[in-house]
C-alpha cells in the first residue's frame, strides 16, 4: 500500500505561479506510474500529466502543455507540479495518484488506470 498527501495548493491571481507537492510513503519504488488530475466543480475528472517510470517520460493534457511541469524527487519520494501562467480555467481540486507497472516509457492520463489517490488540494485563480 502507498499513502500520497498533497499539499501546496491556495489562492492565486492569473498569471502566477503555484507548486503542487505529493508525499508518498509506504510501498515506494522506481516502479510507479504517477499521474496527476483535477476536477472542477460540475465536471468530471481529468488528466492533467503523467510520468512513465523508465526514462521519466512526462504527457500533459493539450490545456496545460507549456505551463505545467511535473517532477520526482526519488529522494523525498515525492512528485511536484509546478505550475506557472496560471488561468481561472485551472480552478480544481488537484490530485496526485499512482499504480504499479511494468517498466514502459508511456503514461496514462486515464483516471480508471490508477489505483492510489491522495485527498486532493485546492487551487484557486481568481483576481
Known amino acids: 500500500q502507498v499513502q500520497l498527501v498533497e499539499s501546496g495548493g491556495g489562492l492565486v491571481q492569473p498569471g502566477g505561479s503555484l507548486r503542487l507537492s505529493c508525499a508518498a510513503s509506504g510501498r515506494t519504488d522506481s516502479t510507479f506510474v504517477m499521474g496527476w488530475f483535477r476536477q472542477a466543480p460540475g465536471k468530471e475528472r481529468e488528466g492533467v500529466s503523467c510520468?512513465?517510470?523508465?526514462?521519466?517520460?512526462?504527457d500533459y493534457a493539450d490545456s496545460v502543455k507549456g505551463r505545467f511541469t511535473m517532477s520526482r524527487s526519488y529522494t523525498e519520494n515525492t512528485i511536484y507540479l509546478q505550475m506557472n501562467d496560471l488561468k481561472p480555467e485551472d480552478t480544481a481540486v488537484y490530485y496526485c495518484?499512482?499504480?504499479?507497472?511494468?517498466?514502459?516509457?508511456?503514461?496514462?492520463?486515464?483516471?480508471?488506470?490508477?489505483?492510489?489517490w491522495g485527498q486532493g488540494t485546492q487551487v484557486t485563480v481568481s483576481s
Open positions: 495518484a499512482v499504480t504499479w507497472a511494468p517498466p514502459q516509457t508511456m503514461c496514462s492520463m486515464q483516471s480508471s488506470d490508477y489505483d492510489h
Open positions: 510520468m512513465s517510470n523508465i526514462g521519466h517520460s512526462t
